[in-house]
């Protein structure tokens, strides 16, 4: 009998059905594939980009760990690349949210109604996927890709937050949740593997990942805003520094003035308000919530883990 329903069910199903599995956070299975721990609608999703996404030498790709500043970016690439086909007071970062300016491979790519802006040229894509699950056609096209990175700590503490605000009677204690982390068991972990990933692709080819940290950005942010415009192929020109427009982009774009646009409130998902993308932004924040051991084992895991590949946190 299980012959004949595994007959009727096709390879995606098969494949999903067999991989292995855990508990998110929430309580939410998560699977093993290829290396990384993800949920189902996002295999689904990243298979089906494998398959039919065709990158174009113009693209622009942004790629990262979950609560990693991905809204962010998606705001700052956006309002950057857009910023002459709109005057800054008017661009659309002020009246849609970011996620719908910016569309995910895995979540939203082949949902024309979030599809909003995005695919004018150059087209602006996201993706939490892993650098090697990337289609061999982002890899291999002149496309570039932004990595935003953030410390471990303070990306779990995020992670954490944003996970125990879905309403679930299964959600891990903090503890658990740690360990689970520590082992590597989180959406789109082991994060070491992915920060890994991106950041050995981002030695070899300077030109074509950056591979940027959170904590940079918030030291230094109309340095980083200057950066990511001449890496995008959209520099700043010097009359444009001249009148400022480097430090207005880095404004509207701040965690201050996107958490209070209207735009950036309200439910998105089922249990998912768009504030709880918008939370405390702070460096450091993993102090007030982790013991002194917790710390110290992660300082020393992180430690282990990138070891010798000339990255530091
Ligand atoms: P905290 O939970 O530490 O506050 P992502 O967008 O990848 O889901 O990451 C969410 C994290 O980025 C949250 O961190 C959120 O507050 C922070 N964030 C969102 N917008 C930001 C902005 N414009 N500037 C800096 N941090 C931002």
Redesign the pocket.
């Given at each position: 009998h299980q012959e004949k329903v595994e007959e009727l069910e096709s390879p995606l199903e098969l494949l999903i059905k067999n991989l292995p599995k855990e508990r998110n956070f929430d309580g939410k299975t998560i699977y093993f594939y290829r290396g990384f721990w993800c949920p189902e609608m996002a295999i689904r999703g990243m298979i089906a980009f494998g398959k039919h996404f065709q990158a174009q030498d113009t693209d622009l790709i942004l790629t990262?760990n979950?609560?990693?500043?991905?809204?962010?970016l998606k705001?700052l690439m956006f309002t950057i690349v857009t910023r002459t086909r709109y005057p800054l007071t008017e661009n659309p970062v002020l009246f849609t949210n970011p996620h719908m300016l910016v569309p995910s491979f895995e979540y939203n790519l082949y949902n024309p109604s979030l599809y909003v802006e995005g695919n004018r040229d150059p087209r602006i894509l996201s993706t939490h996927a892993p650098y090697d699950v990337l289609p061999t056609s982002i890899k291999d096209s002149k496309c570039r890709i932004v990595y935003i990175c953030r410390n471990p700590l303070?990306q779990f503490?995020?992670n954490w937050?944003?996970f125990a605000k879905l309403p679930s009677e299964t959600h891990s204690s903090i503890d658990e949740t740690f360990n689970r982390f520590c082992s590597g068991i989180v959406f789109f972990g082991p994060f070491w593997d992915h920060i890994l990933g991106y950041w050995k692709a981002s030695q070899e080819k300077p030109d074509k990942v950056l591979f940027l940290k959170y904590e940079d950005l918030?030291e230094d942010i109309v340095f980083h805003t200057k950066l990511l415009a001449e890496f995008l192929g959209f520099p700043f020109s010097v009359e444009e520094e001249r009148h400022g427009v480097v430090e207005e982009v880095s404004r509207l774009?701040?965690?201050e003035n996107?958490k209070d646009l209207d735009i950036n409130k309200g439910p998105i998902l089922p249990g998912r308000d768009k504030s709880d993308?918008?939370?405390?932004?702070?460096v450091g924040?993993w102090s007030n919530y982790l013991t002194p051991s917790m710390v110290e084992q992660m300082k020393k895991l992180i430690q282990e883990k990138i070891e010798g590949s000339g990255l530091t946190f």
């Open positions: 990262s979950p609560k990693s500043g991905t809204t962010w705001a303070d503490m995020s937050h944003f918030k774009c701040s965690f996107l993308f918008f939370r405390k932004a702070k924040d």
